[in-house]
């Protein structure tokens, strides 16, 4: 059946697939697991027959393992985290995130991905926005401190065929191997787990401090009203100066005619946690903007235009 991505899949057909074929393992994205969970909860459907669910493309959130575990009652809902270049790297499985880490990551920590897959090496370095051409040059951070992340590993893509500037911006050169720069930012723990808190590029810099938006999202996403949330960095137009972190933020709709009152809620969360503090301006919008294929990476360069360009109001001091 004709769908304009993952999330927009018939769940009642998925069911129909799964209970037909006594489907033991599947793997979808954040976006089409939400939807079948919603689907099964308010039908009173599980799922017996599945085993294991594996998941990617995007973020996989707290309330996304909650919800489909409610319909697995012989399975477990598993996060693999990598790159097309780097996949797996990691894994993590839902009962660990609901009962170690999600409070954790709701309180500004990032994203636990979990341990890193028998012969991946992982180490985090300082954040670079240039070529690191080899491993000399990188400087290695230690457990607990937030930096890149790159990996090593025999399955890793060893090279990009005839693209010399993709290699110079995501290989590290150590030796006769070559580390992979997975574009995302992130620490590891005391029991060697990874944490991710965003993109590199999606890191905003101000003239204070650097916001992390795996960090700061899941802070502003345990608001009642606020289905979810994402940090962008516009700066004013025609000048240098640093970027200033603003939250772009989907309510309920309920909620929307009550933009100021969530704002200057949000900004009292902000305070309570140091992955947020500082942050003070919120955009309101109907729906985030999320990638195509996946249906659930959100667009913060897009949203960051619309922040600069006045598309999208401030609510929150100027």
Not at 10 to 31: E, G, N, Q
Not at 62 to 80: D, Q, T
């Amino acid at each position: 059946f004709a769908t304009k991505g993952p999330g927009h899949a018939d769940p009642a057909k998925l069911v129909r697939t799964i209970r037909d074929h006594r489907v033991a393992s599947m793997f979808a994205s954040p976006a089409l697991l939400t939807n079948l969970a919603r689907h099964c909860d308010e039908h009173g459907i599980t799922l017996p027959t599945i085993r294991r669910i594996v998941a990617g493309g995007a973020e996989i959130y707290g309330p996304i393992y909650a919800e489909v575990k409610k319909v697995l009652p012989s399975g477990e809902l598993y996060s693999n985290y990598g790159a097309t270049e780097a996949l797996p790297v990691a894994e993590i499985d839902g009962t660990t995130v609901l009962t170690e880490t999600w409070a954790r990551t709701e309180a500004g920590e990032g994203l636990c991905v979990g341990t890193p897959l028998k012969g991946v090496e992982v180490r985090i370095v300082e954040i670079s926005d240039a070529p690191i051409a080899t491993i000399a040059e990188a400087r290695e951070l230690p457990a607990g401190e937030v930096g890149e992340v790159i990996v090593r590993s025999p399955h890793v893509s060893d090279r990009y065929h005839e693209l010399p500037e993709e290699m110079a911006k995501n290989k590290i050169a150590d030796g006769d191997t070559r580390w992979h720069r997975l574009g995302d930012t992130g620490w590891l723990d005391e029991r060697g787990r990874l944490w991710v808190c965003g993109r590199v590029s999606h890191r905003v810099v101000t003239a204070e401090r650097t916001y992390f938006a795996l960090c700061c999202e899941p802070v502003f996403n345990t608001h009642p009203e606020v289905v979810r949330t994402a940090l962008t960095g516009p700066k004013p137009t025609g000048s240098g100066a640093p970027a200033r972190a603003v939250v772009c933020v989907e309510v309920v709709p309920s909620a929307r005619e009550h933009t100021a009152r969530v704002a200057a809620e949000l900004r009292d969360l902000a305070e309570a946690h140091d992955a947020t503090r500082g942050i003070d301006a919120f955009a309101f919008i109907d729906e985030l903007p999320v990638d195509r294929r996946h249906n659930a990476k959100i667009d913060r360069p897009a949203l960051a235009a619309q922040v600069a360009d006045g598309t999208l109001r401030l609510e929150g001091p100027r």
